[in-house]
């Protein structure tokens, strides 16, 4: 059966060490680049909903909103150019997360994290200060190569300061700051459309440069990680030392071991990139791809990206829509610390298939609502049956919190061994930003030609991905990341690829 995996936490070697205050602090500094992933997601939503911000740079979606009386209800937005404000950031950010993977493999993760926040400040400015559609667009790209390299660098920084058997909730940490990134611009978004004078959009793009600002001075004082100094052969004392502090305890060594020891065996192999391509690694490569896509084709970036259009579309005005958003945001905010809590007890898997079973019942009573009360050319919806449509909305977001939103990032981050761990989290980010950079580019595309069965379209990719989990992925909580290749060993799937010998606890790990 699918249930070739391990019941983590029993068989694992564990080491000693709690959660300590400085590890904490530093992931509260390196978090906030999820903040400022999650505000550039969710502002430009919010300020494409702004009659200002649409009469200076998109003046012909305006005026097809408010004049054309004749076209669907579910083209008002079809705009190339319109969704290539979107889109830019994800295309830039594709690009960048290569040039990350160099920067985290061969400087560490704290240069990456560096970058991002400097890149962060410099878009934030140029986006709040633009005058034409060209500096608009820059300032996105800038944006876009901060995603990439926090994208890159972030979740693996998370995941390697954790102790094992907290590293589902410090890692979640990541999805819970981009909620609140999200939240943030919601309700930014919601205050400065009321603001008189046409600039509240300004104010909305330029604020992420203050939580920028943070995030980037912040990190100079962040210490890098253990797993980072001994890969890079810098000196043992040194990781033992920010390894004692992390941990809060001297007795460190066992743990030390296993990283010197990991590290040890990926200098034996080819240290190329492409490594990830052998047979040996395929576990890993399937799902550094595979989880990527499916979290992108969830459906979720068309809440994100293009919420209030999408209220706007079904009946809602502009102040509704954005207050609309804002109470999704909490409701996202709201579950993902519920995932925090529940991720490293009831585990990966579990979460994944509830999730899934919830958003998929959720966008199939969506699409069919939609389809029988919002028509082409008719009037919109009523408001009861706009504000049913929300409460669903409303449900399917709160499944994709606790489930594929911070796990989508969490398991990626803490399957690859050290000799593959950078280029596979640039598989991971490069393959989320292309499907990304798709959906955003092609989203109110889609909805013009698909209508309400938009939602059966995402409906049907979350019950392949519910059924992919339930038959290939293994449970990974509680092992240490440095011993995670006995989860594929033991799966029923994944042995046939990576040898399926069982391996006893203490047992030396060696690559097949």
């Given amino acids: 059966m699918a249930g070739g995996f391990v019941a983590s936490g029993e068989v694992s070697k564990q080491y000693n060490g709690r959660v300590t205050l400085f590890v904490i602090l530093s992931c509260m500094v390196a978090g906030l680049g999820g903040v400022l992933f999650g505000y550039d997601i969710g502002i430009s939503g ?16 305006y005026r097809r909103m408010r004049e054309d009386k004749n076209i669907s209800n579910y083209c008002k937005f079809d705009s190339q150019l319109l969704t290539a404000f979107t889109s830019s950031l994800y295309l830039a950010s594709l690009i960048a997360c290569f040039f990350a993977s160099y920067v985290t493999r061969i400087y560490g993760r704290k240069p990456s994290i560096i970058v991002g926040g400097a890149a962060f400040v410099i878009g934030s400015v140029f986006g709040g200060a633009a005058v034409n559609i060209e500096m608009l667009i820059i300032g996105r790209i800038l944006l876009g190569i901060g995603v990439g390299f926090a994208n890159q660098s972030v979740p693996l920084y998370l995941s390697e300061m954790a102790p094992a058997k907290y590293r589902g909730a410090i890692n979640n940490g990541f ?9 943030s611009a919601n309700l930014i978004n919601y205050g400065t459309e009321k603001i008189k004078g046409n ?3 300004r104010l909305s793009l ?7 600002l943070i995030f980037t001075i912040g990190s100079v004082f962040l210490p890098e ?16 030392i920010v390894l004692q502090k992390v941990r ?15 590290s040890s065996l990926s200098k034996t192999t080819n240290q190329s990139q492409f490594i990830i391509f052998e047979k040996r690694y395929r576990p890993q490569l399937v799902m550094a791809i595979a989880i990527p896509f499916f979290q992108q084709v969830t459906g979720i970036n068309v809440i994100a990206f293009y919420a209030p259009l999408l209220f706007i579309t079904i009946g809602f005005g502009t102040s509704a829509a954005l207050l609309s958003s804002v109470l999704i945001g909490v409701i996202a905010t709201t579950f993902t610390i519920v995932s925090m809590f529940i991720v490293d007890r009831f585990g990966r898997r579990a979460l994944f298939i509830v999730g899934g079973i919830q958003m998929f019942m959720s966008q199939i009573i969506i699409g069919s609502v939609m389809a029988n009360k919002l028509g082409d050319h008719t009037a919109l919806m009523t408001k009861s049956y706009a504000y049913f449509v929300l409460v669903f909305i409303c449900v399917y977001v709160c499944g994709y919190s606790w489930s594929w939103g911070p796990l989508g990032w969490l398991v990626p981050s803490e399957i690859f061994p050290l000799e593959i761990r950078s280029s596979g989290q640039t598989i991971v980010v490069s393959t989320g930003m292309i499907f990304t950079f798709i959906i955003a580019q092609t989203f109110l595309t889609m909805l013009c030609h698909l209508k309400a069965g938009i939602f059966f379209f995402f409906g049907g990719w979350v019950f392949v991905m519910t059924v992919f989990v339930y038959f290939f992925l293994p449970e990974t909580k509680g092992i ?4 995670m290749v006995r989860v594929w060993r033991e799966h029923w799937f994944w042995k046939r ?16």
Avoid: C, H
Wanted: hydrophobic share 45%; no cysteine.
């Fill in 175 to 183: 999805q819970l700051s981009t909620n609140l990134g999200v939240l």
């Fill in 199 to 201: 600039y509240g959009w």
């Fill in 248 to 262: 809060g305890t001297v007795d460190v060594q066992a743990e030390l071991d296993d990283l010197i020891e990991a």
């Fill in 206 to 212: 330029a604020m992420a440069a203050f939580p920028a």
């Fill in 497 to 512: 690829f990576v040898g399926g010998v069982k391996i006893e606890v203490g047992e030396e790990l060696r690559s097949p």
């Fill in 225 to 240: 990680t253990p797993n980072s100094l001994i890969q890079r052969g810098s000196d043992f004392k040194k990781a033992k």
């Fill in 480 to 483: 240490p990341i440095e011993q």
């Fill in 46 to 61: 919010g300020v494409t909903s702004m009659p200002p911000f649409l009469m200076k740079f998109f003046p012909k979606v």
